[in-house]
């Protein structure tokens, strides 16, 4: 629980040290961090792990349970729970999420229905087999190496191996090349869903700071050299949550790093399709020495997540230990989404251009907005990509979450995307919602972060305000 509340520490500018903890937790139910019907640890324990008394604990916890986030029984402790139902009056429904802008992820455009249409068409060609395809079905595999050698990156179909999105991509890969405790480079922030997965497979993430200026290739290699690390991860196109993009030089730079330290580079290239005031990306596979760039690549941005698919580029080598070891979790992808995938690579520009430019066009509407609404929140517009990373001028993010969840509004915290509660300064803007919808959340926005910035603290919604689906 402390690792998860991260460096939280009292600050009497914020208010009472209960009600801070009690926003804390609070933030990881809804977030999702803590699920419903976990058993909280006991008063004197967690009181001890983050230095209070057992009397802010207890009033932390009454608290919660006066909110209806906790249910408590005599000798078997406090267990998380969800509010109570109340009536759909709309005056009573104070606390519910109306508006999701916690992730960055588009709606599917009418050509995958079309795609869909087709693979039922193609499917005929598949039933007489068992369905089973641990790397994918072959025309899938020979569109996507046809997609890296389009784009300058000399590709075979058995480099490739189909996965259900690239976090699953991500799993895999850990499972394959990572043991418990095994140091794994990161750049910091990063993807909340890679922190996660390299936690679940019990790595040691060590984080390289990002600056606004880029990478820093020295920090990586001494990070590289000191921990021994043979694995790292970063995200070059687009950077999510920071959306900064590497450059050809840089991505040259870090290719060799990898080689010369004999580690694997896990590249996660998901966002690379959404370039907006810049030509698209170079794949960093393309300056790969030796086998040690390995790139995911995913549907989910650039077409629908609804797909759930996603691939792993890599040497024939990985690709093959891959599939031999996936047969320990999953038989392959299912056949139907492969072929609709397959239907979309075919022709996937006019698809992109049009998601491009919608995309253009709510990041431009977000950005004016927040600098007309919240003109001392300070970020830099990214070239592509689905959303910015604005600083405040205090680290009050998840106060500021907190406060807009009791607006409707559910925010991902600077703290999802760092290590060790960090980036309490920071907020991730989206902008893959419609124009209309943004305007709604900038509006609500703007009002949280009056209440926060003017107290430090956030009001304390009644119990009769929160709904089930407020998590």
Not at 332 to 361: C, F
Request: charged share 20%.
């Amino acid at each position: 629980m402390s690792r998860l509340m991260g460096g939280w520490q009292a600050d009497l500018s914020r208010g009472p040290t209960y009600r801070q903890i009690q926003r804390a937790l609070r933030l990881l139910i809804l977030d999702g961090r803590l699920p419903i019907g976990l058993r909280l640890p006991g008063e004197r324990n967690l009181a001890a792990a983050l230095d209070v008394s057992r009397t802010t604990v207890a009033a932390a916890y009454a608290e919660l349970r006066d909110l209806g986030f906790l249910a408590s029984r005599h000798g078997s402790g406090s267990s998380i729970r969800l509010p109570r139902e109340f009536p759909a009056n709309p005056e009573l429904r104070v606390g519910a999420i109306e508006i999701d802008f916690s992730i960055a992820a588009l709606p599917a455009p009418k050509e995958v229905h079309a795609a869909y249409a087709e693979a039922l068409a193609e499917l005929p060609r598949h039933l007489p087999g068992i369905g089973y395809e641990p790397a994918g079905i072959a025309d899938l595999r020979s569109a996507i190496a046809d997609r890296y050698a389009r784009h300058g990156v000399p590709t075979d179909h058995e480099q490739i191996l189909v996965t259900q999105g690239a976090q699953h991509g991500l799993v895999l890969l850990l499972g394959l090349l990572a043991r418990p405790g095994d140091p794994l480079v990161i750049d910091h922030p990063t993807y909340s869903k890679a922190i996660e997965a390299i936690r679940a497979a019990s790595c040691h993430a060590i984080p390289v700071d990002l600056p606004n200026s880029g990478w820093d290739r020295e920090q990586w290699r001494a990070a590289i050299a000191q921990t021994g690390s043979k694995l790292c991860y970063l995200l070059p196109d687009f950077h999510n949550p920071t959306g900064q993009l590497m450059g050809n030089d840089c991505r040259q730079r870090f290719a060799a790093i990898a080689a010369a330290s004999e580690s694997h580079l896990i590249v996660d290239e998901t966002m690379i399709d959404l370039w907006l005031d810049v030509p698209r990306p170079l794949s960093l596979a393309a300056f790969d020495q030796g086998g040690h760039v390995i790139a995911l690549g995913s549907m989910g941005k650039s077409f629908w997540g609804g797909l759930r698919m996603g691939w792993i580029r890599a040497s024939r080598e990985i690709v093959a230990a891959l599939s031999a070891a996936r047969a320990a979790n999953d038989m392959g992808s299912p056949i139907l989404e492969q072929l609709a995938a397959t239907a979309l690579l075919r022709r996937p520009d006019n698809v992109l251009d049009e998601r491009r430019q919608t995309v253009l066009e709510q990041r431009d509407h977000l950005l004016r907005l927040v600098g007309e609404q919240l003109p001392d929140w300070r970020f830099v517009r990214p070239l592509g990509g689905l959303s910015a990373w604005a600083e405040l001028p205090r680290p009050l993010s998840s106060a500021l979450a907190v406060a807009a969840h009791d607006l409707g509004v559910r925010i991902a915290p600077g703290s999802r995307f760092g290590v060790g509660g960090a980036f309490e300064r920071f907020v991730r803007l989206p902008y893959a919602l419609p124009k209309a919808v943004l305007s709604d959340v900038v509006d609500r926005l703007a009002v949280a972060w009056s209440q926060v910035a003017t107290t430090g603290t956030v009001r304390v919604a009644p119990a009769t305000a929160e709904l089930t689906d407020a998590i």
